[in-house]
């Protein structure tokens, strides 16, 4: 429940215990399952509404794509998982790799040495 563990419950038991009382637990634990109740079903509502307002072309719309991190993941990383099935094998990096190409090796720059600078390139 919520990711929380036995140890974390009885806590938060403990602490409502030494808060509340034990003669008004039973009714703060009614109220807020009550409180939890209706955010779910108000929530629920305002999704099936959205929908419905969208048209039928938005029947697939989930609101739960509108988060940041689930919106980059299926339109960003999706594609990435697809190029890294479809790298090349082993062979065909080996047949690259001896086809005569060496690269120039580089040079070490010195101390408060600035690195090349090539204004065509910006």
């Known amino acids: 429940m919520f990711g929380l ?12 215990l030494l808060v509340f009382g034990p003669d008004k637990l039973p009714q703060v634990a009614s109220q807020a399952g009550q409180t939890l109740r209706n955010l779910r079903r108000l929530a629920t509502t305002a999704r099936d509404d959205l929908r ?6 938005f029947s697939n719309f989930d609101p739960a794509d509108l988060n940041p991190k689930n ?3 299926k339109h960003l990383l ?3 998982e697809d190029a890294w099935n479809d790298r090349p ?5 080996d047949a690259v790799n ?7 090796p580089l040079e070490e720059l010195g101390y408060g040495e600035l690195p090349p ?5 910006t």
């Open 52 to 57: 419905t307002g969208l048209g039928p072309e």
């Open 78 to 80: 999706d594609d990435v």
């Open 71 to 73: 919106f980059v993941r």
């Open 117 to 121: 600078y090539d204004p065509e390139a």
């Open 5 to 16: 563990g036995w140890a974390e419950i009885g806590a938060l038991i403990v602490i409502g």
């Open 89 to 93: 094998s082993q062979a065909e990096l």
């Open 98 to 104: 001896n086809a005569g190409y060496v690269p120039e």
